[in-house]
């Protein structure tokens, strides 16, 4: 077994184990996108970073990919991570605002608006897809064409495949293209609809608190004015 | 010829080869860098001229890589006088051969002049570009024909490889690499005997090791030098590391942009192997070796070592996260190492000489020399090996002799695209691995971009820009969409579209970018963003603020004008305008169209009198 600290509680998970893994196993939640437990890891998305490391070493990995060792101290939710994972879905918004997954995650994480011009892509370059008709279809019918900006997802040469057997799987897992946010402000950059709402569990549900799932307290704490004891005074 | 069987082959052939012969020699350098300044077509032209009178067997010639000093292409040397003639032409033969071939008087014009006492100097060793450089690795370019094994042998090429086959233990070997303090030379300068060591001790029969010659930097040709110039001292490094981690097995990744490079390591590994120098049991140490090539398809991202085991291995090249290292699970998974072409041709001295030897020169955590490219605005353009903690002021003014037409520095970027800016205040750091960080930028593979007081920052920053995001392999959310959108709002500075708060979102951007990517290729990519917001915060401002482009760089925030009082209607600049935007009567002040004019600046540099006005 290995031993690592994380948000400072000692675990112990099984060798071959990732940071994700082992915080998941022990009920702490890392925003991810790219990751599906069927599929191997891509580290594509970044929003699983966490802070490894500390003072000058610390540094950010992806937590997907990054495998949990002996002794490592790893923070989920420092300042650090959590400014750099907005950031991150800013980018993701600015990419695709309509799809409700990255809206959601912009919610969750207290994202209220995007600096950067909107594209209405269709796609985030996830690879979800691709891994998913890879590795559990095992058609390989699709995979990542070009680099950098001109980056894109496609068949070979762009023309229908001969291995491609139509059955779906890619539009399945898609993260973009099928779920269009339906909130209830006009198509737009940001949605933000779940933000207006209290998350219950602190006003009935006093016991569950965010263990169960996630409900972005913790983003828009660092976002707001209101100090640890407000907080704290709210709870009890 | 014969394969060389035993230690002592070897010997026999190097003391063979190292008779110093007193014949007549001319000495001509063609890298790819002195080819496009016309070297081979004076190498024919010396062959013929040779041939006119009659000297084909009186007089060798032979032709080498780049020496460094590529501003006075094409050079020779004419041996033994060594007479050092520079910017030859194919025509400057006629003369060479028989004033100074045969009648051995020099020919003033071809001499090197001096850029302060505007003195002839005959010698190349005495020009003052040489003379503060520490030249271990790349002395030997001038020695040697790259295509010839045997000119390698005469400069006692291979007995390195003799003595550590036959003398040291693999540990033994690994101890010296580690005494000598070498960092790796590709960038990153993690030590090298330590990831030897790391690679030795990893489980697994089969071992790789990898010399990565994919040099993409822009303006970075240090590698293109040394596998052009003399590709047996990369070879003999590698044979030595593969000996010491335990590999059977080597690559040179080379990128495919480099067609002479490739052909000189190619045949260099072909020579080697006909000597028994790679193979089944080389030397009679029972220890066997051989390289293949893989030639890069030009993507910059392959230099990162995971992306280019990646691509060896036929994928796309692509990194992901470490660990595992590759000395652990590398290439198709076994533990492999790489080193820098530049690492590689060091271990050869390292072990000739001694980790001593090597450690006398440098700094604390810097040993040895480094080769840098110097490039840009400055006058000695070209390859330079200094020894590691020399001053970037010493670097630029006493090696590169200063900036050209009298202008004032402005900014040196080290480590290629992804280094930062470095301004004149900091120019008495000392070139180390920790020094340049401390200030910004990074140590990188040694491209040096040294900019003049014409160059805008923001335009600097924007052409890095373009380059990472075409060159990010795109798999990161945060390299890809961080470059794209970085260069996005730095374009749109450039054009005068920049706003509040521009700055602030670029600085926050670029932190995260740096942050959160997988690779040295994203986690570097803000430096050149961070640097010049930095130290050149007030240049951004004044095109965002003001929508002026101080140093008169950026197009759309400049207007061409013609001040009325100097203009004498010559009518030089309309004939010159390829718009057709200047109109006026002659001899009566002319007027630029603004509408169509499209700041080419021909007319500025048209005008005799100084009546063009650049705002």
């Known amino acids: 077994m290995i031993e690592l600290r994380i948000d400072g509680i000692d675990v112990q998970v099984e060798e071959g184990s990732s940071i994700l893994d082992a915080a998941r196993f022990y009920g702490i939640e890392i925003p991810t996108l790219c990751h599906h437990d069927g599929l191997t890891d891509y580290g594509a998305c970044r929003l699983c970073i966490v802070e490894i490391g500390e003072g000058d070493n610390a540094k950010l990995v992806s937590s997907c990919t990054y495998p949990a060792e002996q002794g490592l101290t790893v923070r989920t939710h420092s300042k650090r991570v959590v400014q750099a994972r907005k950031m991150l879905v800013e980018l993701l918004l600015a990419m695709c605002p309509s799809s409700k997954t990255v809206q959601d995650l912009a919610s969750a994480m207290d994202v209220q608006k995007v600096r950067f011009k909107v594209e209405h892509n269709d796609c985030i370059l996830c690879g979800l897809c691709v891994r998913m008709c890879a590795e559990q279809m095992g058609a390989q019918a699709i995979d990542f064409v070009n680099r950098g900006k001109d980056r894109k997802i496609t068949t070979p040469f762009d023309i229908k495949s001969d291995v491609c057997r139509t059955c779906g799987a890619c539009m399945y897992i898609c993260p973009a293209c099928q779920l269009r946010c339906q909130g209830p402000e006009p198509p737009g950059d940001v949605c933000g609809s779940c933000l ?24 828009k704490e660092l976002g707001r004015t209101k100090s640890k004891e407000e907080k704290r005074r709210k709870i009890d | 010829m014969n394969k060389l069987k035993t230690p002592a082959d070897l010997k026999n052939i190097i003391q063979a080869r190292s008779k110093k012969s007193n014949k007549p020699c001319i000495v001509v350098a063609t890298g790819t860098c002195g080819i496009a300044r016309g070297a081979d077509k004076v190498a024919i032209a010396l062959k013929k001229g040779l041939k006119q009178h009659g000297l084909e067997s009186k007089v060798d010639l032979k032709i080498t890589g780049c020496h460094g000093f590529c501003e006075i292409e094409p050079y020779l040397t004419i041996l033994p006088e060594k007479i050092f003639y520079v910017k030859v032409q194919p025509d400057d033969v006629e003369e060479i ?15 090197y002049t001096d850029l302060d006492t505007n003195k002839k100097i005959v010698k190349e060793k005495d020009i003052p570009f040489y003379k503060k450089q520490t030249r271990n690795i790349l002395a030997n370019n001038a020695l040697i024909d790259p295509q010839h094994i045997e000119d390698y042998f005469g400069i006692n090429g291979y007995s390195s490889l003799s003595k550590a086959l036959t003398s040291m233990t693999p540990e033994e070997v690994i101890e010296e690499v580690k005494q000598s303090g070498i960092r790796g030379r590709g960038g990153a300068g993690f030590p090298t005997g330590f990831k030897w060591e790391f690679c030795r001790k990893a489980k697994g029969d089969t071992k790789y090791i990898i010399c990565n010659a994919d040099e993409g930097d822009p303006g970075a040709y240090m590698d293109r030098g040394l596998l052009e110039g003399n590709p047996h001292s990369i070879l003999e490094g590698m044979i030595i590391g593969a000996y010491a981690i335990g590999a059977n097995e080597g690559f040179v990744y080379i990128r495919d942009e480099y067609p002479i490079a490739v052909s000189t390591i190619d045949n260099a590994i072909k020579q080697a192997r006909q000597y028994g120098l790679l193979g089944k049991n080389i030397l009679n140490s029972h220890f066997d070796f051989d390289i293949t090539i893989v030639r890069g398809a030009g993507a910059f991202v392959c230099g990162e070592e995971t992306a280019l085991i990646a691509s060896i291995e036929g994928k796309k090249g692509e990194p992901r996260q470490r660990p595992p290292f590759p000395a652990q699970k590398g290439l198709w998974r076994k533990p492999t190492n790489i080193n820098n072409v530049e690492t590689w041709a060091n271990i050869p001295l390292i072990i000739s000489k001694g980790a001593k030897w090597f450690a006398e020169v440098g700094t604390e955590k810097s040993k040895g020399t480094k080769i840098f490219s110097l490039v840009g605005k400055i006058n000695n353009t070209g390859l330079v090996e200094v020894p590691m903690g020399i001053t970037l002021k010493e670097l630029i003014y006493e090696i590169g002799g200063g900036i050209p037409e009298g202008k004032s520095f402005k900014a040196v970027q080290t480590g290629g695209p992804s280094g930062g800016c470095i301004p004149e205040d900091f120019l008495d750091t000392p070139i180390d691995y920790e020094k340049l960080k401390e200030v910004g930028s990074i140590m990188g593979s040694g491209g040096m971009v040294v900019m003049d007081e014409n160059t805008c920052m923001v335009d600097v920053a924007r052409y890095f820009l373009e380059f990472l995001q075409d060159e990010s392999c795109g798999k990161c959310l945060s390299c890809r969409e961080g470059t794209k959108r970085m260069a996005e709002i730095v374009t749109n500075i450039t054009k005068g579209q920049g706003k509040e708060g521009d700055l602030e979102l670029l600085e926050e951007l670029a932190t995260v970018v740096k942050d959160t990517s997988m690779c040295g290729l994203g986690q570097t990519a803000a430096n050149p963003v961070l640097s010049t917001l ?14 002026k ?8 925030l400049i ?11 010559c009518g030089a600049c309309m004939k010159a305008c390829p718009q057709q935007a200047i109109s006026g009567e002659k001899k009566k002040p002319h007027v630029i169209d603004q509408n169509k004019c499209i700041k080419c600046g021909i007319c500025l540099e048209t005008c005799k009198f100084n009546a063009i006005e650049k705002r």
């Not at chain 1, 207006?196 to 169960?212: A, G, I, R, S, T």
């Open chain 2, 97 to 111: 051969v028989p004033k100074t071939v045969i009648g051995k008087k020099t020919i003033e014009r071809l001499l």
């Open chain 2, 549 to 556: 482009c101080p140093a008169g760089v950026c197009s759309a």
């Open chain 2, 534 to 547: 930095e130290y050149f915060r007030d240049e951004y401002e004044d095109h965002i603020k003001n929508r």
């Open chain 2, 559 to 569: 207007q061409y004008s013609i001040i009325s009082e100097k203009c004498t209607g």
């Open chain 1, 196 to 219: 207006n709402v209290e998350p219950v569990c602190l006003e009935d549900e006093d016991d569950k608190m965010c263990f169960l799932e996630t409900c972005g307290w913790c983003y």
